[in-house]
Each structure stands twice: as structure tokens, then as C-alpha cells.
């Protein structure tokens, strides 16, 4: 990506550099406040802003040039499919921009929308009532309004550019870095509303202090576990579920060495292998590593049976088999393990790679067992930890632990409220 940085005085210079520069439809990456060092020794350098920006997406602007055929294609048969196409979802695109429009866009939009319901109520009338009507006109027709809705589109989808005239400055370029670190656009802009709401214009002005206000906001968003230490059991029974290839094992692998080196806990591990796997060896030979115990169980009595047996141990590591959160059977053998609310600590596995939609279906499934806690994995390599706060939002569930690197033991983390936030906010690059 073309990323330019610029230092500047303020917000308002940075504004103008960055439309003269990039255009109007730029994005801000990140803004941070940086001191100067010039003066004797740098010792009077003074504190300046340094503002990322990066020019719109193209292939936002490519939208009005696909020819009318394929617009239509876009929309995925909705208008090809002859009546449904005159029905009411039509005037609403699948990913719902209209929840992100912005007061004045969704003015300029109006007429156009008006217009288009007029259309529609007409083409609908055409084809109820005149059986032969000249399919050629009625597919022209069809072209014309696929166009539109094109239009519409590429409209909602510029709005919250720096053009948006609804914020004050600071708030705005914080919305647009939120947004850039990946959280969705109606979370951003609830949260620098409500900011607005509730601070004095004078504080507003204040850029640390709007970034401070913000990031109070976010971490009160945002609920922990402070890792196996919140669990309330003396003895710490935790069970590691989710798909397949998002870290379960490794995970696994590095919160046992954790409860061993930091907390001198005795641990022993389970591998709950409903597949009839070999994944299971791979948690085996880690066990033998640290000299814990370690049993396969294939359904629960057997897992009762080895909890019990276990329980001189401080600890309890489970480890699952993944499988796709598509595979209900699997789904349904897993649930009949960990259905218990309270004796075992169920939590969820994520990898912060995946989409946001993948990790929303993943969650629902998985959420029919009880999930206490997630976990995000490979925060290494990602950069969209606005996804992060999107799930918190969605499931409003706690976060355990964090890991960012695939060496165990080290490459985990007990997840905190000012690590996330940083990461989207990258408070502490101030
Ligand atoms: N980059 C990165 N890779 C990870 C992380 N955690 C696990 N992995 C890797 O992801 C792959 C799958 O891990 P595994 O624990 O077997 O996943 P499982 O199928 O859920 O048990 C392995 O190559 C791991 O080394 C992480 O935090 N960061
Ligand atoms: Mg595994």
C-alpha cells in the first residue's frame, strides 16, 4: 500500500496536505505525536503530529465503469431472477451501506432512492399486469436500475471520507484510523458520536486528550479473564475448542508451561480425540517434554473418568480435535463433552487471520456449547485488530489470552484491555 507520512503542526494541516496530496477520499493509517529534535541538543524541539495516510481503495471508484450486464450479475440474481428482483430487498445491498451513511450522504441520497422505488413499483405493475411486454425494454429497464443501485453504492461507500462534515476534526481522523485498523464502521461511528456527546468543544480541540477519551471507551468495551487467574475453581480446568489449523495444540502447549514455569502449578494434559486421529501425538510428546501426564479420551465418560483421576493436579489442560464449524455431527459429539456450565472452562479459539464473517459463524456454531472465554491466535500476523473489538462487541464475551508467535512457551499472552487498545490505537507509539 502507498502509505505517506506527513508532520505537521495540527490536524487541520494535516487535512489539507493530505487532500492536496491524495484527494479527498484518503484514508488516515495512524497518528501520533512525535517531538522534534532540533534545538541545542534537541532539547527544544517542539511536539509535532505525525499523520499516515494512504489514497482511497480503486477498486471503490471502479464501480461506475462496469458495464451495465455485469452490475447487474454483481447483484448476485436478484434482478435476473425476474420477480424477485422486483422485490423490496432490491433497494437494499446485501452489505447494508446504509447503516454507514453519513447525515449528508444520506440526504444526497434521497431523490435517488425515491426515484428508484419509483421504478420499481412500476416495473413491477409492467410485469404483473402486461404478460407480454417487450422483454427486451424489460431487461433494459433492469440494466438502468442496476446502474443506479451501482451509483448508490460507490456513494455509501465514500461516506465517512475526510469530507464528512459531521466531527470535529480530531474525532474524525481517529474514526478513520479505527475503521483503517479494521473495526466496522458503524462501531466507529457510534463511538466517536457518543465521544462527541461528551466532551466540551474546548476538549475536542485537544487531540491526546480526544485519543485518551476514545481509548477509555474501547477498553471498557472489551471484558478479560486476566488469563486461568479469574477462574474461580481452585483447581483450573480448561478445555480448548474451535476449528481446525487456528492454534488449539500450540495453545494448549504454551498456557501448560505457563501454569508450570510462572505459577509452579502441577498440570496434567487431555487430548479429546473424536476423530480417531493422530493429532493427539503431537500434544503427546509435548507432555513427555514437560514430564506431565497426559490421556486420550474418545467421548465423556472416559473424560470424567480421567478429570477424576487427575484431580491432584492444579491444572487441567483439554485439548480438541478441530473440526469445521460445518460438520454438526462433530459439533454435536463436542457438545455432549463440554454441554456443563461451571466444572470445565470452555474457551473458544480463534485465529486473528480469519474474516470477520468466518469468525462470527465460527462463534455462533461453537456457541452451542457454553464458551467462557476466547482466545485470539496469531496476532503476529495480522494487522486488523479492529476485528478483535468488532467480536467483543458482537458476543460480548471475556478474552483469556493472546498469542502472537508460534513458540511455545514464550509467544503468549494473558489478554489486557491496554494491550488491545493499543493495538488499534497504538497509544503507547504516542
Ligand atoms: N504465526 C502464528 N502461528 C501460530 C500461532 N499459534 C499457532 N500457530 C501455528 O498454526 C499452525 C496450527 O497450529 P495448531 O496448534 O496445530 O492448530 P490446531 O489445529 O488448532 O490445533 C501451526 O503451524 C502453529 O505453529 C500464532 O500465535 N502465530
Ligand atoms: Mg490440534
Not at 30 to 48: H, L
Not at 227 to 233: D, I, S, T
Not at 264 to 287: G, H
Not at 387 to 415: C, M, W
Amino acid at each position: 500500500m502507498n502509505l505517506k507520512r506527513y508532520r505537521v503542526n495540527n490536524i487541520k494541516e494535516a487535512l489539507k496536505e493530505i487532500k492536496q496530496d491524495l484527494g479527498s477520499d484518503a484514508m488516515i493509517v495512524s497518528t501520533r505525536q512525535v517531538r522534534e529534535s532540533t534545538g541545542a541538543f534537541g532539547m527544544f524541539g517542539k511536539t509535532m503530529l505525525e499523520v499516515t495516510a494512504a489514497p482511497a481503495e480503486k477498486k471503490k471508484e471502479s464501480g461506475l465503469s462496469v458495464p451495465a450486464a455485469k452490475a447487474i450479475k454483481a447483484y448476485s440474481g436478484t434482478v435476473e431472477t425476474g420477480e424477485s428482483a422486483l422485490s423490496n430487498t432490491f433497494l437494499t445491498p446485501r452489505n447494508s451501506p446504509a447503516l454507514s451513511l453519513t447525515d449528508e450522504t444520506r440526504k444526497l441520497m434521497q431523490p435517488i432512492q425515491k426515484e428508484l422505488q419509483g421504478i420499481r413499483l412500476t416495473l413491477g405493475d409492467l410485469s404483473t399486469h402486461s404478460a407480454g411486454f417487450d422483454e427486451h425494454i424489460m431487461g433494459e429497464l433492469k440494466n438502468e436500475l442496476g446502474e443506479m443501485r451501482q451509483m448508490l453504492n460507490i456513494m455509501a461507500s465514500r461516506s465517512g471520507s475526510l469530507t464528512d462534515p459531521d466531527l470535529p476534526e480530531n474525532l474524525l481522523l481517529l474514526y478513520q484510523q479505527m475503521k483503517f485498523g479494521g473495526l466496522e464502521e458503524r462501531f466507529a461511528r457510534r463511538l466517536v458520536l457518543e465521544a462527541e456527546r461528551n466532551m466540551s468543544a474546548e476538549d475536542a480541540e485537544n487531540f491526546p486528550y480526544v485519543k485518551i477519551f476514545i481509548a477509555r471507551m474501547l477498553m471498557k468495551i472489551v471484558k478479560i479473564t486476566r488469563g486461568l487467574e479469574g477462574l474461580k475453581q481452585k483447581q483450573r480446568i480448561v478445555a480448548l475448542l474451535g476449528p481446525t489449523g487456528v492454534g488449539k495444540t500450540t495453545t494448549a502447549a504454551k498456557i501448560a508451561s505457563e501454569q508450570m514455569q510462572k505459577y509452579k502449578r502441577k498440570v496434567a494434559l487431555i487430548s479429546v480425540d473424536t476423530n480417531r486421529s493422530s493429532a493427539a501425538e503431537q500434544l503427546r510428546s509435548f507432555a513427555k517434554k514437560i514430564s506431565a501426564p497426559f490421556s486420550i479420551v474418545k467421548d465423556k465418560a472416559e473424560l470424567n473418568r480421567i478429570i477424576v483421576s487427575y484431580e491432584d493436579y492444579d491444572s487441567i489442560i483439554i485439548d480438541t480435535d478441530g473440526f469445521s464449524q460445518r460438520n454438526d455431527t462433530q459439533l454435536y459429539e463436542m457438545r455432549e463433552l463440554f454441554d456443563e456450565r461451571g466444572r470445565i472452562h470452555n474457551t473458544l479459539v480463534l485465529s486473528a487471520t480469519s474474516k470477520d464473517s468466518d469468525m462470527i459463524e465460527v462463534t455462533r456454531k461453537f456457541g452451542c456449547m457454553p464458551l467462557d472465554s476466547i482466545i485470539f491466535t496469531k496476532l503476529d500476523e495480522s494487522a486488523a485488530y479492529g476485528s478483535l473489538f468488532n467480536h467483543a462487541i458482537r458476543f460480548k464475551k471475556p478474552l483469556s489470552y493472546l498469542t502472537l508467535g508460534q513458540e511455545v512457551p514464550t509467544d503468549l499472552e494473558v489478554a489486557s484491555r491496554e494491550r488491545l487498545v493499543d493495538l488499534l490505537l497504538n497509544i503507547s507509539g504516542t
